[in-house]
């Protein structure tokens, strides 16, 4: 397929791994950040892990929607479809995060709640339309690249009137979980970032100007094709040895500095920032998620419906907060792959196929009794 | 969900919409966030929308510099046989 096949050339990424080998100083240890969970899937699924040196380490960051989403979010959406008899629509991967009393949106909806699984708020809306007489709820969750196709449906909803659509905003910023991961007590020992692709589409390569500048913490975008990630750890383990920070852009075919900007109006004009936001594994971020602007407090389901947010702590035998801090590895997790598998999850970085657990459970776990 | 990929876009269906080829599989998406995509071009498409046209002089821009490094490669190898 076009501009997908070219960049998976087995032979090309051989060559970009020599050149890894070649310039990474043996005496030196790379700990380098993929913050998003769609490179973490490549990384793991074109075993680009094997194909670095020993001493280029590669730490999964927090960039999945699903793993970051706490329980007690879940559990609001739960509540919506278990109490209110609304129809819960959300992406698929949503529906398998663990919530509580042993339930998830799945669990719920065996239970007899009314779940859909839709993969575009194109299909919401239409849900909505299709059932005038029942309410119907969005489970809007994700980073930068879900939030304008909900903008463009509450601004879709506002005008043809829809009285019967609400959302439950769960949709969060990159920039400040990148700050809130350099911010963390203790610290996190990083080298440099390989920043989101799709994210970036959207917000551009500026928005990451300050981790270089301020934290002086090298950033390459790059794209989701295996043949980018290797190329972007190139770049870093080059400027890492340049004694450079800088913001680079490997993605250029998709990523410009300004990003869409039509997309950046669209959700300035439908969302404005959350005072404070709880993430599993970060904690409380202030200014970190988005809510509804008042204008639209009309399709705010937590207004609406009056479900507010419970804090509820994770599974204690569960790692996933230290794992989404780039602190621990799946495997040194006791539960990892025993009681939490991906067919039952325990915590949420099991769930999505993006999140660390896994793809490591997926692809990498053999490697170290091989 | 992160997952999305690019597509060429096939048809200009309803205003703001077009069917665009993922793989062989034909969908329609929203253009709603893009201006001016045309029939031939590619874009990102990512739950049901698309977030960015993709450039194709960048993308074939890269896969030559990914080319190049293998080149030059072969002639640093040659040079020190």
Redesign the interface.
Known sequence: MKYVDEFRDGELAKNIAANIAREADPKRTYRLMEFCGGHTHAISRYGIADLLPANVRMIHGPGCPVCVLPIGRVDQAIRLAREHGVILCTYADTVRVPASDNLSLMRAKAKGADVRMIYSTQDALKVARDNPQREVVFLAIGFETTTPPTAVAIQQAAAEGLKNFSILCDHVLTPAAMHAILAVEGGVALDGFVGPAHVSTVIGSKPYEPFADDYGKPVVIAGFEPLDVMQAILMLVRQVNDGRAEVENEFTRAVTREGNLKAQQLVAEVFELRDMFEWRGLGSVPDSALKLRPKYAAFDAELKFRVDYVEVPDNKACECAAILRGQKRPQECKIFGTVCTPENPVGSCMVSSEGACAAHYSYGRFREVA | ??????A?IEELTTPGNAIVNL?GVRKE??L????DAAVGE?V?V????A??????E??E???EM??E??QL?ELREELNT
């Open positions: 969900m992160c997952l999305a990929i690019p060429r793989g998406i929203s709603a966030l893009v201006d590619y990102i990512h739950v049901g929308y977030l960015q046209k993709l450039d194709r960048e993308a821009r890269t896969l990914f080319a490094m293998g490669d």
